[in-house]
């Protein structure tokens, strides 16, 4: 485990290791997006005026390796709101070294300082390595996921 890693709220700061890592990750899953998507997204994620989501950077020695964005809302069948851990990408360069955890312990940690009840995330069946972490600290569901054709 890497123990350099720091895990800090976006900031403007941020934007250009961000743009990076998000289009790292948007290349895994074979998808891009518009120069006007990653302003718009990296604005609603560092806003103050924005609350429903927020995104969080880890950081090895003032470099971004990975980034993880949540959106936070209403559930039906509880009181309170609930955390969509919706993005979560570590550079391949840095897996296996604790830093994918670090960065959902970190969203842990947020639900609980917002009084949300939960979190909840998805990702491909083919996604082995993330499926690793995810089978250590979350619990795999039954549901599967529809979507508009």
């Known amino acids: 485990m890497n123990t350099n890693i720091k895990i800090e709220k976006l900031a403007e700061n941020h934007r250009d290791s961000w743009a990076k890592l998000w289009k790292q990750y948007l290349d895994f899953y074979k998808t891009a997006r518009s120069e006007k998507i990653y302003t718009i997204t990296f604005h609603r994620l560092v806003s103050t005026s924005f609350t429903d989501c927020e995104g969080f950077i880890a950081l090895d020695d003032g470099q971004g390796v990975g980034i993880v964005h949540c959106l936070y809302h209403i559930h039906l069948w509880q009181e309170k709101k609930i955390c969509y851990l919706q993005d979560l990408y570590v550079d391949r360069n840095c897996r296996k ?53």
């Open 97 to 149: 070294q604790g830093v994918g955890g670090k960065l959902i312990s970190r969203i842990y940690e947020r639900t609980d300082e917002l009084g949300l009840e939960g979190v909840y995330w998805t990702t491909q069946d083919f996604n082995m390595e993330a499926r690793k972490l995810y089978d250590k600290i979350g619990k795999l569901t039954p549901f599967i996921k529809y979507v508009k054709p």
